[in-house]
């Protein structure tokens, strides 16, 4: 990957978790949030701009971010489900982003080294849809090329980018993500990593 390569992050922390009963994004992990961990994690990645989507809740994300280089895009239809969020996200970004990764806030092992092999594998292969690979799964953090920017635009819903993996008529590139299996959804989630810390 070339410096003229630059890539962005999104990060989907609009949800109101509803199965859990309170924003997992503001679960504790590790002395901070789940939305700062995986922030920090998406700002160690080299990334050229990183777009946080916030929507319940939204002033207590921006307080937890409050200080961190991060553009925070507010979704007022947040409750339509996530591919609105995606549509913010991507619509905020700078043009010259030529691949967008999207990540969630529930995976909390998601890495620096991750984020970016992601898009490097991108710029190196010319793969559209690049997915990260774990139990026989591909999903996300996915990182998705130019080419594929009117496909997320086009989603609806709460269809995510795992639609467009599933659908995409050429080969999906993958690179493996150790945990990507532990995400927080229900209490027993947080009681685990909670107790994993």
Not at 9 to 24: E, F, Q, Y
Not at 124 to 152: N, R
Not at 173 to 182: I, S
Request: proline share 5%; with cysteine.
């Amino acid at each position: 990957m070339k410096s003229s390569d630059p890539f962005g992050i999104i990060i989907l922390a609009a949800g109101a978790s509803t199965r859990l009963g309170r924003p997992k994004q503001l679960l504790s992990y590790k002395d901070k949030t789940l939305v700062e961990h995986v922030t920090q994690a998406a700002l160690g990645s080299e990334a050229s701009e990183v777009v946080i989507v916030v929507g319940f809740e939204a002033e207590a994300m921006r307080n937890k971010l409050n200080g961190l280089v991060v553009s925070i895009v507010e979704n007022p239809e947040w409750k339509s489900g996530m591919a609105s969020s995606i549509r913010c996200g991507l619509l905020s970004l700078r043009s010259d982003i030529k691949c967008v990764v999207i990540a969630l806030c529930d995976q909390p092992h998601v890495t620096p080294e991750l984020f970016r092999k992601l898009a490097v594998r991108h710029f190196e292969t010319g793969a559209e849809i690049v997915a990260s690979s774990y139990d026989g799964i591909l999903g996300a953090p996915c990182a998705f090329g130019e080419p594929m920017y009117p496909s997320l635009l086009a989603l609806a819903g709460d269809a995510g980018a795992r639609e467009l993996i599933r659908k995409s008529p050429t080969p999906v590139e993958c690179v493996a993500f150790e945990g990507g299996r532990v995400d927080v959804d229900t209490i027993e989630d947080v009681q685990a990593l909670q107790q994993s810390t």
